[in-house]
């Protein structure tokens, strides 16, 4: 069984129109994470939501609203999608001890 | 907030050694990391080291902490080219973990 999911794994859509990807865990971790992988392969964290509470929001446009339904999901909705916004957002889970477990990466494309 | 720098790339022969190095900021991080992100997937955890640590051997893997010059390494023996992928080091200060840029290795045969 996968232990971090991701959907979609790929995603391909015009400026302007409005997104989500999808991540669960069964780890029963209470630490999800939201990192935003650009195309020179820099990794920065974006959101971190502790038992569906969020704690670490760092300098994200407004566009991107993280939804934690419970602690085994953390959901990602982009809207007003840009050029700009073209990475690979990966999801990750931690039992807070620093190491993360992260899923495949979900590749979105903004044409 | 804390700053971590690795080198772009390295080229190594199979069955060589490889070495890749990461320096940091914060000296109170707790625990540092050696990531490792094969093409299209997610990072894997490779191996980690304890601050109050200079030294962990873990099969292959030889990581080395300098808490001094800040300067963490990586020592992979015995490339393989299995070993072909992106290394990033990260650095916990609290609930955050900050990456470095990634090492790309490439192992030629």
């Known amino acids: 069984d996968t232990a971090v999911s991701q959907t979609p794994k790929y995603l391909v859509t015009q400026m302007g129109n409005d997104k989500s990807i999808k991540c669960e865990q069964n780890l029963g971790h209470d630490t999800m994470y939201w990192y935003k992988q650009d195309s020179k392969k820099f990794l920065k964290i974006m959101f971190s939501?502790?038992?569906?509470?969020?704690?670490i929001n760092e300098t994200v446009p407004n566009r991107f609203s993280p939804k934690s339904p419970d602690k085994a999901h953390l959901n990602l909705h982009i809207n007003s999608l840009e050029l700009g916004d073209s990475a690979v957002y990966f999801c990750a889970s931690s039992p807070g001890t620093g190491e993360l477990f992260f899923g495949e990466g979900s590749r979105l494309t903004v044409l | 907030g804390e700053d971590v720098e690795q080198s772009l790339f390295l080229s190594v022969r199979e069955g060589d050694s490889s070495v890749i190095n990461c320096t940091y900021t914060d000296s109170s991080s707790t625990y540092l990391y050696w990531y490792k992100q094969e093409p299209g997937a997610g990072l894997q955890l490779l191996t980690y080291?304890?601050?109050?640590?200079d030294m962990k051997q873990d099969q292959r893997l030889t990581v080395l902490l300098n808490k001094k010059d800040k300067h963490l390494s990586l020592r992979i023996a015995d490339t393989q080219t299995g070993d072909s992928a992106i290394y990033f080091c990260a650095v916990s200060a609290g609930n955050k973990l900050t990456f470095g840029g990634g090492t790309r290795v490439l192992v030629k045969p």
């Open positions: 080291i304890f601050s109050n640590m």
């Open positions: 939501y502790n038992n569906k509470e969020l704690i």
